[in-house]
């Protein structure tokens, strides 16, 4: 097994490892993790199951992938939203009427490899060092936007989002869906000071109080509510910039040097001991 770096914990509570990838080994553990392909029900066609490897030194990488001029990298996650769920939906075009009609059935369920509410969650990574793609460690609920009450549904916690090679980074909150009611609470930029390997812990802890998000070891933002008083899961993610408007790339992915990568040390989460 690796050594790998200590937990940067949240002082004045004591915490107690319930989950965790260390990334030994030379194969990722698919009893952990899956690989998300779809999004909004649609296959996300640069959403790949390619391009997340063990180094055998301890780390995960997640690849940047160039094929005939399309970009692919892989999104890992521990459950699924139901809104991905991929459908066999057909339409069937009636020029009189122009109706659309929907033919079942839609995927079936999936059993989330794990789930978890409230704790500490935290990620030692190196980010990507190249335009045109972006990494994430983030929290989502499986039902986020089934109702309009975020305590119930869940929200969307974006731990980290790097969007740019800068050293720049940010929090996020969604919650209430993914369309008209949709909303949302930011950081704003949060510049990373630099350290001698070029990796960064960023860490959140979420009670029932809010959400207290680390960066380095250091408090870097807080958010009072909404808090998600629902299981959530786990995502590790890339994504290639220009996709989701186009079936082309970004053009700055177009001037991308490779091999570039996203690397993680470990992923963990830890559960606070209360006193009884």
Not at 59 to 83: A, C, R, V, W
Not at 144 to 159: Q, R
Not at 248 to 266: G, H, M, N, S, T
């Amino acid at each position: 097994m690796t050594d790998h770096a200590k937990s940067l914990l949240p002082a004045g509570k004591k915490w107690k490892l319930v989950w965790h990838d260390e990334f030994d080994g030379t194969e990722l553990d698919r009893t952990k993790w899956d690989f998300r392909l779809h999004l909004l029900q649609q296959r996300h066609n640069t959403f790949t199951d390619e391009g997340a490897v063990l180094d055998g030194k301890g780390n995960l990488l997640l690849t940047l992938i160039e094929k005939d001029g399309q970009f692919y990298s892989p999104h890992l996650q521990t459950g699924s939203n139901f809104m991905d769920r991929p459908g066999k939906i057909f339409y069937e075009a009636d020029q009189k009427a122009k109706k659309e009609k929907m033919f079942w059935p839609v995927a079936k369920l999936q059993e989330p490899k794990f789930m978890h509410k409230y704790g500490y969650y935290e990620i030692r990574c190196k980010l990507q060092t190249q335009p045109g793609w972006w990494s994430a460690f983030w929290l989502q609920s499986p039902i986020i936007g089934a109702s309009l009450n975020p305590e119930e549904c869940g929200v969307e916690v974006d731990i980290m989002e790097s969007f740019a090679p800068n050293g720049i980074v940010s929090h996020n909150n969604h919650w209430g869906g993914y369309g008209d009611d949709h909303q949302h609470v930011g950081s704003g930029e949060r510049k990373l000071e630099e350290t001698p390997d070029g990796f960064h812990v960023f860490g959140l802890d979420w009670s029932e109080n809010g959400y207290v998000y680390y960066i380095d070891g250091k408090e870097s933002w807080r958010v009072e509510g909404p808090v998600s008083c629902h299981e959530q899961f786990i995502l590790v993610s890339t994504e290639c910039m220009g996709y989701r408007y186009s079936d082309q790339p970004d053009e700055k992915l177009k001037k991308a040097v490779l091999p570039d990568y996203f690397i993680v040390d470990y992923v963990r989460v830890y559960d606070e001991v209360k006193e009884s």
